[in-house]
């Protein structure tokens, strides 16, 4: 039987611009957890230039410093997240997960029925 | 000043499919409201088969008949919405509403504090 299951995508735009995005977001999580930006490029597909980049499109955009790098040294560099940086992610991630739990509410208050709960015969269950 | 406006965009899949989308749903509503299913696709920029096909597919994997044809007569043929069609979008258009309450609200609750909340100088309000 059909089971029917709701999606979304989440994005910030100022202007009419793209500024802010799970994914880019997540490029900056993975930063704050590996200490390292091209380790964070790595799991992305990036190449490191093009991470580098990306993170400080963000920090233009939205006009906050979220990495503070190192150079050099024998392990080579390393990139960490700013406080600024560390309170974006955990502010997104709790904007994320509070309309993960009102997609799952909503469309199963509003929509399932009509859809017959995904439980009814081919042609769903008969409506009222 | 940077003014941030979050984003979302929502669909339905199932089986690892797409099976429903603002868009499709977008689609069946201009047919509730002009009796026409031509008159909807063109107002899509979809041609008439092609906007066909795809109430259709929403049909079959939804396991609905969302509409109902009547071909010939003086002015041609016209397509209706039928109870399970009008049942469906007005479910999907509380889903899209509810989650658009929930967009302002957690974005405003969770992410705009650190954001500076758009008002601050560039490089944002400090932070706590």
């Known amino acids: 039987m059909d089971d029917f299951s709701p999606r979304l995508k ?17 490029l900056l999580e993975l930063v704050g957890e590996s200490g390292s930006l091209a380790h964070a490029a790595e799991q992305m597909g990036l190449s490191y230039r093009r991470a580098w980049g990306k993170v400080k499109e963000l920090e233009a955009n939205l006009g906050l410093a979220l990495v503070q790098s190192e150079v050099g040294g024998a392990g080579g560099g390393h990139t ?18 509070r309309m993960a739990r009102e997609l799952d509410v909503a469309f199963r208050e509003e929509v399932e029925g009509v859809l017959g709960g995904g439980t009814g015969p081919p042609g769903g269950a008969p409506l009222p």
Not at 10 to 26: A, F, H, I, K, T
Not at 80 to 97: D, I, M, N, P, T
């Open 10 to 26: 989440l994005w910030v735009e100022s202007g009419g611009r793209l500024v802010m995005s799970d994914y880019r977001v997540r």
């Open 80 to 97: 960490v997240l700013s406080e600024e940086g560390r309170a974006l992610v955990a502010a997104y991630r709790r904007f994320q997960e």
